[in-house]
């Protein structure tokens, strides 16, 4: 029972995000919604972090069977995108870098300032 609740309780913030996603007229995903509402909550601590704890763990371990179907659509489009391959390998390459440098300065930045905070 308690994973079902678990699971309920991430579901409720993905349909929240969906509502949000109808609601707001910004070309912003619902699922980035949904994970900033739950980030927001796990921060006003109105959801504790045990309250989701083991299914999000679970998902996080089963993430990358959920970008097959992604790399199924990719292989289906092949015949439209061919001609475009280099593009998209740069556009890949270039995000990843840029994604992981942001995380990884925000990051430090977090680690500094709770270090300052502490002392």
Excluded: C
């Excluded at 995108?81 to 390459?93: C, E, M, P, Q, R």
Aim: aromatic content about 12%.
């Amino acid at each position: 029972m308690k994973y079902i609740t678990q699971f309920l309780i991430i579901l409720g913030f993905s349909f929240a995000g969906e509502a949000i996603h109808a609601l707001l007229p910004l070309p912003i995903p619902a699922s980035v919604y949904g994970i900033v509402a739950l980030f927001l909550a796990l921060e006003l601590k109105w959801v504790k972090v045990n309250h989701v704890r083991e299914v999000s763990t679970f998902l996080i371990a089963v993430m990358p069977v959920m970008f097959i179907p992604a790399a199924v659509g990719l292989i289906d489009s092949w015949p439209y995108i061919a001609g475009h391959w280099l593009a998209y390998i740069a556009v890949t390459i270039i995000s990843t870098f840029t994604v992981m440098a942001a995380a990884g300065w925000i990051t430090q930045r977090m680690i500094r300032q709770r270090k300052e905070g502490n002392q």
